[in-house]
């Protein structure tokens, strides 16, 4: 018996939906075993990973609250993904998202209310998309590889952070701490009543389906499936495939951007050095394990969230440390990939091919 | 400027290019065989505590390069599996590498907290490695000479061996080396081994010589700077090699800054430096063409052969 890969011709849909679900499954059960194997107790641990979140009610808001930005930033990342431009540096861009609405923020000084609030965060729109300008120049311009140009922005991002915020950003009644001044109540989101869900999770379920309507049905979403399909047919067929990497980079970063807007005015409503949390590595993770579909990228940011969540919840019932929930993730992306030949391909077993004479 | 400022300033240098130049030409291997691992920062990491454990258990340092270099190796493994046997995208693939490579360390690191280890310096006589000239010849890790012979090893393997010629053949043709009877896959295999055990005892310099004890993503993203290296120098390992120098010095002058605080400018601009300059060549280079032509054709692409 051999086994034997036969190409598809259409991806099977089965796959596309079943796989990221058994990607799930399976590292929730190689978690068990490696625990277990580690002295840890593995079936406490990936409970409270993976289900605990879910199941205690006061922890909703919490995975709301996280899975607003992953959801936010897996969406662009996904667009561009499927024009195959790879922006890595979501994170930079998230990171200068929320310091360009900081920046709107401190030039209002004690003024808020609601121009205020939409100013300081079309900011972060805005600077999320021009930090993702710089790859894509250099990308269309130079041809310079964008994965290293927006990973090297990234750690570019987050010195700018730092001179920010330890310089002329500085609260002056901080105590000398690297951290702006707390914003004023009138310049934050509003927050649904005794909860910290705020108004960016709303956006952030909504956001899925506006996606859905570009990428499946507008003349750009399907150049945009064009242009990452195969870049001759692209041309064939009069589109252009520079525009499609400005286009698709922007939109990563503005995404990024606007879901660093929404971290700092509601949620943290102060920016330090812990500001860059990951998202945007993480929203990466999102992206594939939600197929580059944006109902995909939905879910996949709630059930990363729950990791995350849960990660902090097993730190303190387990003793594993904050980093698990990172290799959880890690492997879940690792199954999602390895299951990508279900998709298009067919596996076969056919008989030795011995007796045929070969 | 004293001369001890000029030894010292040196001595950084090497010892911060030292890392870079190894998980480069690594990495530059890997390339050069057709694949694209962007998992070089994981492995610098797994290879960074695996080093570390081992010294700690064995008292041996020496024991500790290897146990990185198999670290690393063994962290490559799982990317080569799934790029090589399952035709995972190569970009997404290493990336969830180096996000397993940076969890794994952290949990393996955990008990390690705290603890130092003898540094891994240099094992000539004191009378040459403390010798206020010769130490500027003397003075350096066993580490830094490795990477420094590697260099040209690494010249002549691809160059002038058959198995290096092999190696360049299934990276610029891959289907065209199958025909003719070459194992792609095998080839492919030996070669992300290689760069994730380079990568490996270059993240060891991190734990092993540098503090000497670990910390969770101690490597600070110089894995990511590797990876640009190897763009930078157009695939070829003398410019590499210049070119980790290069970064080197950069990284120094943001030390120098913090150290004497000759602050015209914030310290986070020097920080930044190394990356803004990463960026600036890639620009350069890039533009004159000269990089997509030195490129593996088949860099990045997938071994589909049809039987």
């Known amino acids: 018996m051999r086994i034997k890969l036969e190409k598809r011709r259409e991806p099977s849909v089965a796959m596309v939906v079943t796989t990221p679900i058994a990607s799930v499954l399976l590292t929730m059960l190689i978690g068990i075993v490696v625990f277990d194997l580690l002295g840890i107790d593995g079936f406490k641990a990936v409970v409270d990973i993976f289900l605990s979140p879910l199941l205690v009610s006061y922890k909703w808001q919490d995975v709301a609250v996280k899975a607003a930005p992953l959801i936010i930033i897996g969406l662009g990342l996904s667009m561009g993904n499927r024009a195959q431009v790879w922006n890595i540096g979501a994170e930079g861009q998230y990171v200068i998202g929320a310091l360009c609405s900081a920046g709107v923020g401190i030039a209002f000084g004690q003024t808020g209310g609601f121009f205020v609030v939409l100013l300081m965060i079309a900011a972060g729109v805005a600077g999320g998309g021009l930090w993702a300008v710089v790859p894509a120049w250099l990308r269309t311009k130079f041809s310079v590889n964008e994965i290293l140009s927006s990973l090297m922005l990234t750690y570019i991002s987050f010195q700018v952070l730092g001179y920010l915020v330890g310089g002329p950003w500085k609260d002056p009644n901080g105590r000398n701490f690297p951290a702006t001044s707390p914003l004023a109540d009138s310049q934050t989101l509003p927050v649904w009543p005794d909860s910290t869900v705020h108004l960016g999770v709303l956006i952030a379920l909504i956001l899925p389906f506006v996606f859905w309507v570009i990428m499946a049905r507008s003349e750009f979403g399907y150049q945009v499936r064009v242009v990452g399909s195969s870049t001759t047919a692209a041309r064939h067929g009069g589109f252009d495939s520079k525009r499609t990497i400005w286009a698709t980079m922007i939109i990563g970063g503005a995404m990024a951007g606007l879901a660093g807007a929404f971290e700092f005015v509601g949620v943290l409503h102060k920016m330090d050095l812990g500001f860059p949390s990951g998202y945007g590595f993480t929203a990466i993770i999102v992206a594939f394990l939600g197929r580059l579909n944006p109902f995909g990228c939905l879910i996949a940011g709630i059930v990363l969230a729950v990791t995350y969540v849960g990660g902090q919840m097993a730190q303190t019932s387990v003793h594993i440390p904050n980093s698990t929930a990172g290799i959880f993730q890690a492997m879940m992306l690792f199954f999602i990939l390895a299951s990508d030949i279900l998709v298009r391909y067919r596996i076969r077993l056919i008989a030795s091919s011995k007796a045929a004479g070969v | 400027m004293s001369p ?92 969830a590498l180096t996000i397993f490579g940076t969890g794994i360390s952290s949990l393996m690191g955990l008990s390690f907290t705290g603890r130092i280890v003898v540094p891994f310096l240099s094992v000539f006589p004191d009378a040459l490695a403390k010798h206020e000239y010769l130490q500027l010849i003397f003075g350096y890790s066993p580490i830094v000479y490795f990477a420094l012979i590697m260099v040209p090893l690494t010249t002549w393997f691809l160059k002038s061996t058959r ?42 310099y991190f734990s092993m010589v540098i503090t000497p004890m670990w910390a969770e993503k101690m ?89």
Request: charged share 10%; glycine share 14%.
């Open chain 2, 4 to 95: 001890d400022f000029i030894i010292a300033a040196i001595i950084t240098v090497v010892g911060l290019s030292t890392p870079i130049l190894l998980a480069g030409l690594g990495e530059l291997v890997v390339e050069k065989s057709g694949v694209l691992n962007l998992g070089v920062e994981g492995m610098m990491l797994v290879g960074a505590i695996s080093g570390f454990a081992v010294t700690v258990y064995t008292f041996n340092p020496w024991f500790g390069v290897l146990g990185a270099a198999a670290g690393g190796a063994l962290a490559s493994l799982i990317f080569a599996v799934l790029v090589l046997q399952l035709n995972s995208n190569q970009v997404a693939t290493g990336l």
């Open chain 2, 163 to 204: 198995a290096g010629l092999i190696l360049r053949a299934v990276g610029e043709n891959d289907l065209s080396a199958h025909s003719i009877g070459y194992s792609v896959i095998k080839v492919r295999y030996a070669a992300i081994a290689f760069g994730g055990a380079m990568a490996g005892i270059g993240g060891c």
């Open chain 2, 219 to 307: 490597t600070a993203g110089r894995g990511w700077i590797a990876l640009a290296l190897v763009v930078f120098a157009g695939w070829r390992t003398g410019r590499l090699f210049a070119g980790a120098y290069f970064f080197g010095i950069l990284m120094a002058l943001e030390l120098y800054a913090k150290a004497s605080g000759f602050s015209f400018l914030p310290s986070q601009f020097w920080a930044a430096m190394p990356y803004a300059m990463t960026v600036i060549a890639l620009s350069f280079i890039s533009s004159r063409g000269t990089a997509g032509a030195n490129a593996p054709a088949c860099l990045g692409k997938p071994f589909l052969p049809s039987t």
